[in-house]
């Protein structure tokens, strides 16, 4: 597994002033070199202090090692099942079907075994909402794959139940299985955006 950190100094503040609005800017990216049980990412200095940022935006590409397995995140190594709601969409094509209730973490997506789907990688992107404030933390999430024939797409909204900042993401598959070689994963956080008046 190779992950790339930014902690360089963040180049986009002049003077102590933001000079780019809304900037997304790159964070993390693991690349798994082998097949691996969960990545891990945490703030840290530079660019990579996550306090600096409204939102955090992550995008997987991956495979599961074995059945058809999601890919969630997991925020400041909180476990509990009844810390995550959710409500979600999706279709296999022809039929489609929605939920609510619990969880182990944010869906980010639906992967299949790298066996069935030979080079086909599951995609999906979500993004948490005011990572640092007081409040109970929102995202949104949306992922597609070619799971079944006619494909697999859905939408997710989710909450953290918890009100303290986001300072670690733990990436797992939904069972504890390996994610497949190949896979990717990208952090990106969004800077507040500064208006003058």
């Known amino acids: ?3 790339t950190t930014n902690t360089a100094t963040p180049d986009y ?3 102590g002033v ?14 798994l070199g082998s097949d691996t049980v969960g990545v891990t990412w945490t703030s840290s200095t530079g660019a990579n202090d996550w306090s600096q940022y409204m939102d955090l935006i992550v995008i997987g590409y991956s495979q599961s090692t074995t059945t058809a397995n999601g890919v969630i995140m997991q925020f400041n190594n909180d476990t509990t099942v009844a810390n995550y709601e959710y409500q979600d969409f999706y279709s296999s094509g022809s039929a489609y079907a929605q939920g ?36 109970y933390k929102m ?18 909204v989710s909450c953290w139940t918890k009100q303290e900042a986001i300072s670690e993401i733990d990436l797992i598959d939904y069972n504890g ?12 956080g969004v800077l507040p955006r500064m208006v003058t008046a």
Request: glycine share 12%; proline share 1%.
């Open 1 to 3: 597994m190779t992950t």
């Open 13 to 15: 503040i002049v003077d």
């Open 18 to 31: 933001l000079t780019d609005g809304e900037a997304w800017v790159p964070l993390k990216t693991t690349i």
């Open 100 to 135: 609510s209730g619990t969880t182990k973490g944010f869906y980010l997506l639906w992967s299949d075994k790298h066996a069935t789907q030979n080079n086909t990688y599951a995609a999906g992107i979500g993004r948490i909402y005011d990572i640092n404030s007081g409040k």
């Open 139 to 156: 995202g949104i999430q949306r992922f597609a794959d070619s799971r079944s024939a006619s494909g697999y797409v859905g939408t997710e």
């Open 177 to 188: 299985n390996a994610f497949a070689a190949g896979s990717r994963y990208d952090l990106f």
